[in-house]
């Protein structure tokens, strides 16, 4: 068994390897046949080559802010409202997370012509605010889902204990449910960070200027009519993969806790 899913790992890092392989080959030598593994001579040149054939640092700042907003924004409102299905009581509770769940089902280039009349409408065209400003308002119907499911798996005593001390509502989430729920937390982080980072329709959409380009717009900015350059390529793609693979290494303790307890409950 060990072996078999030692040789399914290998193959599914092959594309991983070939793009930093051919990251660092010689420009003009990337595509050769059969291709090349182990480039000779190996060209480091080629990275700091990337940020001063293209603003990179631009398309970096940009995916940044993006994603910093974005996340910030789905983490809070997301889990209020999942905090709100799961553990207040009010008069057509479940019609609404009915109506929720149902968004989901909306393909995405049903909304795509509505809400770009109101971005232009509100003038936000060509700036970063459509890429995640709509993350402050509900964080998307899977991410509430999520904190639902985990909410409802924490203990009611906990709420109750609240009120006897006179905690509100938003005290309760505040300061006893949220800090006990890292796990979902962290997998939700986790989910809207690897969104946005890799985003491409939504950029691709609202920005005109290269000065607001995101990183998964700007790789395209290396292709020309005239010219393909791809080692500059390979490695802005190599840069842009590192991070995700860096947070899944360091969170996946707490993403696949907050995965399996969110769906475990039963109520």
């Not at 946005?196 to 950029?203: A, D, I, T, V, Y």
């Amino acid at each position: 068994m060990y072996l078999l899913l030692t040789a399914l790992s290998a193959v599914l890092l092959l594309p991983l390897m070939y793009m930093f392989s051919t990251s660092l080959q010689v420009p003009g030598k990337e595509l050769s046949v059969p291709p090349k593994w182990f480039p000779a001579p190996i060209m480091w040149r080629n990275y700091p080559d990337t940020f001063s054939v293209r603003p990179f640092h631009l398309y970096l700042r940009n995916t940044l802010i993006v994603v910093v907003g974005a996340a910030s924004g789905t983490l809070l409102t997301a889990s209020m409202a999942g905090y709100a299905f799961a553990r207040l009581r009010f008069t057509g509770r479940s019609v609404l997370f009915g109506i929720t769940l149902m968004t989901m089902m909306l393909p995405y280039i049903v909304t795509m012509i509505p809400t770009f009349i109101i971005f232009r409408s509100l003038g936000w065209i060509n700036t970063l605010y459509p890429l995640f400003v709509p993350a402050w308002f509900g964080g998307g119907a899977f991410n509430i889902f999520l904190f639902r499911q985990f909410f409802m798996t924490l203990p009611y005593e906990l709420d109750e204990a609240a009120r006897i001390d006179g905690a509100g509502f938003f005290r309760i989430y505040a300061r006893v449910l949220a800090p006990i729920s890292q796990p979902v937390f962290a997998t939700v982080a986790i989910f809207s960070f690897i969104s946005h980072w890799n985003e491409f329709m939504g950029p691709l959409i609202y920005l005109n200027s290269r000065h607001w380009f995101t990183l998964a717009l700007g790789l395209q900015t290396f292709r020309s009519e005239y010219e393909v350059r791809w080692a500059n390529i390979m490695v802005a793609s190599t840069l842009m993969t590192v991070p995700c693979l860096l947070v899944f290494f360091f969170f996946q303790r707490y993403f696949l806790r907050g995965v399996v307890m969110s769906g475990i409950s039963g109520r």
